[in-house]
């Protein structure tokens, strides 16, 4: 599981989604990989996806519903998921606020 990063530009505007119940700062490694960093607070929510996107969770639980499919899965710190470029998945998170690395291209 990735604590930390280095080298890298963060953009000091937060993102904030669905009135606040996903916050996120937007990031640029050395290499020029794009990454965001955020929370996604107890709530259902969907996302759509222009690039391809990997999750990686750093702390607390979720679940995930990835267009197409009908099986929801969980996913924890140190466990990632991946969705495909020009799609949608739902998140769910009960309990504990799910904190995440999205990882982009």
């Not at 990735?2 to 700062?25: M, P, Q, R, W």
């Not at 990997?54 to 990835?66: A, F, N, S, V, W």
């Not at 949608?88 to 904190?99: C, D, K, L, M």
Request: glycine share 12%; charged share 15%.
């Amino acid at each position: 599981m990735i604590e930390s990063l280095s080298s890298a530009t963060v953009s000091t505007k937060a993102n904030v989604y669905f009135d606040g119940k996903c916050v996120s700062h937007s990031l640029t490694l050395a290499d020029g990989s794009k990454k965001s960093v955020g929370v996604i607070l107890p709530a259902t929510l969907t996302f759509n996806t222009g690039a391809p996107e990997i999750m990686e969770g750093t702390g607390g639980r979720c679940d995930y519903l990835l267009a197409g499919s009908s099986e929801w899965k969980s996913s924890g710190p140190g466990e990632k998921f991946s969705v495909p470029a020009n799609s949608s998945f739902q998140i769910r998170v009960s309990g504990e606020p799910y904190s995440y690395i999205c990882h982009f291209g």
